[in-house]
């Protein structure tokens, strides 16, 4: 009688744990997660769709700009809605750097402080055991000082991630030495007053290169040819677009006149309103797989 009521006990307590680790998946919708990163405790934001399923789904990091906030990246960049639409989980991580302009912000450029990079590795890692992650499709984007940790990780973790997408925010690490060719998709505004699109003798201190070095880098790195296309898309906007590159990478840039340091389509204040960032960053993941 003993033995049995411990066999039952046993079934019971295993059942209990099963039940646990079904429960600790992300349901649909949004969800807050901390994990201990480097030994300092992170957090970010996840984005489950209501079409997941269970199969291996790509993954968007969206980084927000300096001094921001997880949900400020949701309403600018709308990948939430995207996520729903096209099936992808978006991950919208939480800033803990200070810079010497503000706090909440990112160490693109490897200061002393937090590491981005490990935080960006680790987050991988979590998200993946608890959904099924498509590993050859997991991309980055963020807005300015999101866009600068975003152009970090391209070089860091290029053999991680397909694609990445700076948005107002594209510098080139001095320090970078690609394992593969990674495809880069970028924004900015000519009339940009804080990552100013040539460097300034007043831009912030760790803005090191103006919008054009850097894409000249880049296109260096992916070993791109110097010619390029470009077109008209809007009164004010131009596209560049680098195709012949190595590893059948290609970087694509839109230049607007204006627009000031905003991310082209969202509910900004003077965001030009010809084109949606968000929607060709999208198209422009879906043509690149690790």
Not at 9 to 20: D, F, I, S
Not at 177 to 182: M, S, V
Request: negative net charge; contains cysteine; hydrophobic residues 40%.
């Amino acid at each position: 009688m003993i033995r049995h009521t411990r066999i039952l006990l046993l079934l019971t307590l295993l059942g209990g744990l099963q039940v646990a680790h079904v429960s600790a998946q992300p349901q649909a919708g949004f969800s807050e997660h901390s994990i201990t990163s480097a030994g300092a405790q992170r957090s970010y934001l996840l984005y489950v769709p209501e079409s997941y399923n269970g199969q291996p789904a790509p993954l968007v990091f969206s980084f927000h700009g300096s001094g921001g906030y997880p949900q400020n990246q949701v309403d600018v960049s709308g990948f939430d809605k995207l996520a729903e639409e096209h099936g992808f989980i978006a991950v919208f991580p939480a800033g803990e750097f200070t810079n010497s302009v503000s706090e909440r912000s990112w160490n693109a450029n490897v200061e002393a402080g937090v590491d981005d990079v490990q935080f960006t590795r680790d987050m991988i890692n979590e998200i993946s055991g608890l959904l099924a992650i498509d590993a050859s499709r997991i991309y980055t984007s963020g807005f300015s000082g999101g866009g600068r940790i975003s152009s970090r990780l391209a070089c860091e973790l290029s053999d991680v991630l397909a694609a990445a997408a700076p948005v107002a925010g594209l510098q080139y690490p001095e320090d970078c030495t690609l394992k593969r060719p990674i495809p880069i998709i970028t924004f900015h505004a000519e009339d940009d007053p804080v990552n100013n699109y040539e460097v300034q003798a007043d831009s912030r201190p760790y803005w090191r290169m103006g919008v054009e070095t850097a894409l000249d880098r880049w296109r260096q790195a992916n070993d791109c040819t110097l010619a390029n296309d470009h077109e008209q898309v809007a009164y004010s906007v131009r596209s560049y677009a680098w195709t012949e590159c190595g590893g059948e990478t290609e970087i694509l840039f839109y230049q607007t006149n204006i627009g000031g340091h905003t991310w082209p389509g969202a509910a900004q204040r003077g965001a030009v309103q010809d084109i949606s960032a968000s929607e060709l960053i999208w198209a422009f993941f879906t043509r690149h797989h690790l």
